[in-house]
T-cell receptor, first 115, second 117 residues
Framework: DAKTTQPNSMESNEEEPVHLPCNHS???????IHWYRQLPSQGPEYVIH???SNVNNRMASLAIAEDRKSSTLILHRATLRDAAVYYC????????????????FGKGTKLSVIP | DAGVIQSPRHEVTEMGQEVTLRCKPI?????LFWYRQTMMRGLELLIY????????DSGMPEDRFSAKMPNASFSTLKIQPSEPRDSAVYFC???????????????FGPGTRLTVT
């Protein structure tokens, strides 16, 4: 299975942009790049996903390298509520090929936001 | 929408007792996942169902663990007998799934914090 590599932790000042990197050098052509985050004492929360093109939504932007071996999650203005563990995940096809896809979580990047 | 509902939110039990964790997925979602999270091992997938059928249970630690999904709106994860090393937060998640259509994100419940003494 393709793996991802993320820094263990990062810090950001409040209201500054944050760029969270992820390396996935063994990504396959069919793997989607997903980002989830987990706030303290909560379940993981979907942030964004993409395949080849950069993606934007109300929460964040996802920049994907042309060779797809790395990606960057961009939070445009960090708030205290964005302090969480951010997981970069490659979505694998289900083993049986039926209906759904698994997510394999790594250790993620713990983002601290400084007021 | 109420989101994924899990109960109980906290469970404290003694070693050897049976524990049953419950999950109600989001209405209309056809895939359900059970995860376990510990400090040492992080977030691990235990089992997932598609259309109420178990698809992959390779993450279930051992025979003491079992999961069922009798209908589209309810699933249980049972541990019998429980051991202290089972102490963890157990999350349930659901998604619409589908190979080429539908929603791709998984929606997680708030989790059940299990402590086995």
């Amino acid at each position: 299975d393709a793996k991802t590599t993320q820094p263990n932790s990062m810090e950001s000042n409040e209201e500054e942009p944050v760029h969270l990197p992820c390396n996935h050098s063994t990504i396959s052509g069919t793997d989607y790049i997903h980002w989830y985050r987990q706030l303290p004492s909560q379940g993981p929360e979907y942030v964004i996903h993409g395949l080849t093109s950069n993606v934007n939504n109300r929460m964040a932007s996802l920049a994907i390298a042309e060779d797809r071996k790395s990606s960057t999650l961009i939070l445009h203005r960090a708030t205290l509520r964005d302090a969480a563990v951010y997981y970069c995940i490659l979505r694998h096809p289900a083993y049986s090929g039926a209906g759904s896809y698994q997510l394999t979580f790594g250790k993620g990047t713990k983002l601290s936001v400084i007021p | 929408d109420a989101g994924v509902i899990q109960s109980p939110r906290h469970e404290v039990t003694e070693m050897g007792q049976e524990v049953t964790l419950r999950c109600k997925p989001i209405s209309g979602h056809n895939s359900l996942f059970w995860y376990r999270q510990t400090m040492m091992r992080g977030l691990e997938l235990l089992i997932y169902f598609n259309n109420n059928v178990p698809i992959d249970d390779s993450g279930m630690p051992e025979d003491r663990f079992s999961a069922k999904m009798p209908n589209a709106s309810f699933s249980t994860l049972k541990i019998q007998p429980s051991e202290p090393r089972d102490s963890a937060v157990y999350f349930c998640a659901s998604t619409r799934g589908g190979l080429r259509t539908g929603s791709y994100e998984q929606y997680f419940g708030p989790g059940t914090r299990l402590t086995v003494t």
